[in-house]
Nanobody
Framework: VQLQASGGGLVQTGGSLRLSCAASTRSFRSYAMAWLRQAPGKEREFVAAISWGGGSTYYADSVKGRFTISRDNAKNTVYLQMNSLKPEDTAVYYC??????????????????WGQGTLVTVSS
């Protein structure tokens, strides 16, 4: 499975961005999907996850109420809508796939496939 993330950029505090992650697989429905991020000098952390059908989602406390994860299985794409962005959201954002389609894992090592990352910079 190859994952291609896009949509990052520079935005002011309080602004919005929408990230996309396109998957090159015919069995996209077989995977739970997630977004994770890594800020400069920090470890990679979980942001949000979504089950295979989109019926279940899970968010890190730091983004709950501001970010929304969604997926379009017809387009093999997962999205992350980010609103009310803060400087502490600045990071490289990665999409990842989990072969356990129903699991909403917050543990980094549970994910089997990773995209290349897209940089989000929030200016104060």
């Amino acid at each position: 499975v190859q994952l291609q993330a896009s949509g990052g950029g520079l935005v002011q505090t309080g602004g919005s961005l929408r990230l996309s992650c396109a998957a090159s697989t015919r069995s996209f429905r077989s995977y739970a999907m997630a977004w994770l991020r890594q800020a400069p000098g920090k470890e990679r952390e979980f942001v949000a996850a979504i089950s295979w059908g989109g019926g279940s989602t899970y968010y890190a406390d730091s983004v709950k109420g501001r970010f929304t994860i969604s997926r379009d299985n017809a387009k093999n794409t997962v999205y992350l809508q980010m609103n009310s962005l803060k400087p502490e959201d600045t990071a490289v954002y990665y999409c990842a796939a989990d072969r356990d389609a129903r699991r909403l894992a917050s543990i980094i090592s549970e994910y089997d496939y990773w995209g290349q990352g897209t940089l989000v910079t929030v200016s104060s």
